[in-house]
């Protein structure tokens, strides 16, 4: 009893922690999403009404969307790239380790430093990126004012900024793959192809799950580079869900309609998580021994 009671005592900043930070706001827009709240007078009750001007607004599944649309540019790039750096790196190369800080120091940057940094590098008229492709006679688009150009950018702004650290996960899944696996495989004939398909992906398949996790959550929550960079635009082609969120609540101070997108936001989160894990279930190894 004396040593439950000690456990309970010491879990207990923790357990602060998580209920007043992530418990507790959590119902508080669970609650308001049941009303009708310009965050400054009484809030009143409308019941399901939220949820019902929801589903039918095309803006909203317009950001919805778009958030895939983000989600499906960024997380194939910047896993394939990681996966491929963390292979260089785990050539043990000279300077790998310099190289290594190199390709972190983009993630430790701000994200609002950053697209203020990139929008003046894609800018149609001074930036650097259409200068570059003068040099090779090629006329530069208005990058971010295109409705073709403008959610690539942002992909490519968070992929050039994540893949470094997406890199070092990836590199710790392979190096504590043993080497023996590889000896025994040299001495079966097997090839760098057969190498790579049938021990370092399925062995790397934990690291994989959770990079994949992580960073498709992350991109769906995106949001401080839309804000920066396109406002949304344009013409609400980069109008993320977390954006049109952020709007409702901030902009149009109609908190209880945001508490509800913030909702459907979760759930379709939940939902893609469910289905990852779903995967990664069976098909991942742990055990080394």
Do not use: C
């Amino acid at each position: 009893m004396r040593t439950t009671a000690e456990a309970y005592l010491l879990l207990a900043p923790s357990l602060a922690g998580l209920v007043f930070f992530l418990v507790a706001p959590i119902a508080g827009v669970v609650a308001i999403s049941f009303f009708d709240w310009n965050l400054m007078g009484a809030p009143r009750f409308v019941g399901l009404a939220n949820y019902r001007e929801m589903m039918g607004d095309s803006e909203v599944w317009r950001a919805m969307r778009n958030t895939v649309y983000y989600v499906l540019l960024n997380i194939p790039a910047q896993t394939g790239l990681a996966l491929l750096l963390a292979l260089a790196m785990n050539r043990k190369l000279r300077g790998g380790k310099v190289f290594r800080v190199l390709f972190v120091l983009p993630w430790m940057a701000m994200p609002v430093a950053l697209g203020i940094v990139w929008s003046w590098a894609f800018d149609p008229q001074h930036g650097v990126v259409n200068q570059f492709l003068a040099l090779f006679g090629v006329d530069g688009p208005a990058w971010l004012s295109s409705t073709g150009w403008a959610m690539p950018v942002l992909a490519s702004v968070n992929i050039w900024q994540y893949t470094g650290y997406t890199m070092l996960f990836l590199l710790a899944g392979l190096q504590s793959i043993p080497e023996s696996l590889y000896e025994a495989a040299d001495l079966d004939g097997a090839g760098s192809a057969q190498r790579f398909f049938r021990i370092t992906l399925p062995l790397l398949r934990p690291s994989m799950f959770f990079v994949l996790v992580t960073n498709t959550i992350g991109s769906f929550q995106m949001f401080d580079t839309v804000y920066v960079m396109t406002q949304g635009g344009p013409g609400g082609s980069t109008d993320t869900l977390n954006y049109h969120i952020y709007q409702q609540a901030f902009q149009l101070f109609r908190s209880g309609y945001a508490s509800a997108l913030a909702m459907l936001l979760f759930a379709v989160i939940l939902l893609v998580t469910a289905v990852q894990v779903l995967y990664f279930r069976k098909r991942t190894v742990y055990d080394f021994s």
